[in-house]
């Protein structure tokens, strides 16, 4: 149960403010209609988040754990640096 509340603490706090959040905002200002914008955020977001689990859990077999570490922690800062520099 511990892993439950980590994930569901670190992806809560991590999506929020996020240009996700703000593309569900600007949509449902747009259409003011909430329950279709809604529901298509939170399914898209529970896709993106299986596809990230399934491809963690395949990686975590092939990989070792440091190793995952170090490569994510190196895709996050390479994108920060390009998205600095206008490049995304």
């Given at each position: 149960?511990?892993?439950?509340?980590v994930?569901?603490?670190?992806?809560?706090?991590?999506?929020?403010?996020d240009k996700?959040?703000?593309?569900?905002?600007m949509?449902?200002?747009?259409?003011?209609?909430?329950?279709?914008?809604?529901?298509?955020?939170?399914?898209?977001?529970v896709?993106?988040?299986?596809?990230?689990?399934?491809?963690?859990?395949?990686?975590?077999?092939?990989?070792?754990?440091?190793?995952?570490r170090?490569?994510s922690?190196t895709i996050?800062?390479?994108?920060?640096?390009?998205?600095?520099?206008?490049?995304?």
């Open positions: 149960m511990k892993v439950f509340w994930t569901l603490v670190t992806v809560f706090l991590a999506e929020l403010g996700t959040q703000l593309a569900a905002l949509l449902a200002a747009r259409e003011k209609r909430f329950l279709p914008v809604f529901l298509g955020a939170a399914l898209a977001l896709l993106a988040s299986a596809v990230g689990v399934a491809a963690g859990r395949l990686l975590g077999d092939l990989l070792p754990v440091k190793l995952l170090l490569l922690g996050f800062i390479l994108l920060g640096i390009l998205i600095l520099w206008g490049k995304m």
